[in-house]
Nanobody, 125 residues
Framework: QVQLADSGGRLVQTGGILTLSCGFS????????MGWFRQTPGKEREFVAA????????VYSDSVKGRFFISRDNAKDMAYLQMNNLQPEDTAIYYC??????????????????WGHGTQVTVSS
C-alpha cells in the first residue's frame, strides 16, 4: 500500500518562500499522479495543485496560480510544492495525495486514494 510522508511546513513571514516535500513508498511512484491539498479548521479540504505521472500536466487552483509550483522527481520518489510570495490566507495544513488513476485535471479529493498526514504552514502578517 502507498505511504506518503509530507513535510516542510513551518512559520514564515508574508512574502516568504517555502518548499514542501512528499516522500512516496510502497508502490511504483511513476505510476501515480501526485497532488497537494490544504485545509483550515471548519473548512473542506481544498485542492491546491496536481501533477501527472511524468510531469506533463500540472494543474493549479486559481488562488495559488503563478505563486505555487508543483514538481516531482521520479528517480527519488518525491513530490514537491514550492510556495512563493506566501500570504496569511495560505495558512493551513497541507496534505500530499497520490492516485493511480491517470490524471486529467480532477480537483475532487475523492479522486485521490492515498494521503499524507499533513504539514502545518503558518504565514504571519
Amino acid at each position: 500500500q502507498v505511504q506518503l510522508a509530507d513535510s516542510g511546513g513551518r512559520l514564515v513571514q508574508t512574502g516568504g518562500i517555502l518548499t514542501l516535500s512528499c516522500g512516496f513508498s510502497g508502490r511504483t511512484f511513476s505510476n501515480y499522479a501526485m497532488g497537494w491539498f490544504r485545509q483550515t479548521p471548519g473548512k473542506e479540504r481544498e485542492f491546491v495543485a496536481a501533477i501527472s505521472w511524468n510531469g506533463g500536466l500540472t494543474v493549479y487552483s486559481d488562488s495559488v496560480k503563478g505563486r505555487f509550483f508543483i514538481s516531482r522527481d521520479n528517480a527519488k520518489d518525491m513530490a514537491y510544492l514550492q510556495m512563493n510570495n506566501l500570504q496569511p490566507e495560505d495558512t493551513a495544513i497541507y496534505y500530499c495525495a497520490a492516485s493511480s488513476t491517470p490524471y486529467s485535471g480532477n480537483y475532487d479529493p475523492d479522486f485521490w486514494g492515498s494521503w499524507g498526514h499533513g504539514t502545518q504552514v503558518t504565514v504571519s502578517s
